[in-house]
């Protein structure tokens, strides 16, 4: 027997393990599972790249995101469109019912049913020559659904720049009857100024009784003639 220690160094596997055991080759065997096992460990605690989400996950994310916002958009869009068709469609109807409501209202001063103002009387003599004067159709003017006739092309120019000054006042019914709460029509003859505003009568005697308490009168009619205007037409 050889007791030589290179002799025990190099020995056989089988003379190392006499049980049959794995001798280096075994034992090299054991360690490279180990250090397998050693390095996926080490993979797993943050040696290796961070894992990631299989690319069909993201796919699919993506696909949903896509169809959530399209879906918003679809929502937002059709919710513009309806409030818009509403608002037009609101717009539209309150239009029609205003303009409706205009055309059945009485009109807002006593003419002719040739639709002439003051039967034709020139507004602006009662203010420039003290008293009334026919018109012509030849200075003529439309104002507040009424046709207005004047006796001159500066009459006509001059109402024409401030209507409210010469017009008479209650829509050129009696002043008297509107402070009694009613309408009635007038005689172009039986007018007054009153502190730089035309008043109409019904007639002469109407215009006594007016003119025996014309302050009280005008106050009367003031506030009768909101309700007074809605009335029907003599």
């Not at 205009?102 to 009387?121: L, Q, S, W």
Request: proline share 7%; charged share 20%.
């Amino acid at each position: 027997m050889i007791h030589s220690p290179m002799f025990h160094r190099f020995r056989s596997p089988q003379a190392a393990d006499p049980a049959g055991g794995a001798g280096f080759l075994g034992q090299g065997a054991r360690w490279g599972v180990s250090l397998g096992l050693l390095a996926i460990l080490a993979g797993g605690c943050g040696g290796g790249s961070a894992p990631t989400a299989p690319p069909s996950a993201t796919v699919a994310g993506d696909t949903v995101a896509a169809a959530d916002l399209a879906s918003g958009t679809a929502a937002e869009t059709t919710s513009e469109t309806t409030t818009e068709t509403t608002t037009e469609t609101t717009t539209e109807t309150t239009t029609e019912t205003t303009l409706a409501a205009e055309a059945d209202r009485p009109p807002a001063y006593f003419t002719t049913p040739a639709g002439v103002a003051i039967d034709g009387t020139d507004a602006v003599a009662y203010f420039t020559e003290g008293e009334p004067r026919a018109g012509s159709p030849e200075f003529s003017y439309d104002w507040q659904g009424a046709t207005w006739q004047f006796s001159s092309a500066d009459h006509r120019d001059r109402f024409q720049a401030n209507p409210e000054a010469y017009a008479p006042q209650y829509g050129g019914y009696c002043a008297w009857a509107v402070s009694q709460g009613y309408k009635a029509p007038t005689d172009p003859t039986a007018w007054s100024i009153v502190e730089g505003k035309l008043y109409l009568n019904y007639d002469r005697r109407i215009q006594q009784r007016w003119e025996k308490d014309i302050p009280g009168f005008i106050a009367l009619a003031n506030d009768l003639w909101t309700q007074v205007l809605e009335m029907e037409a003599p």
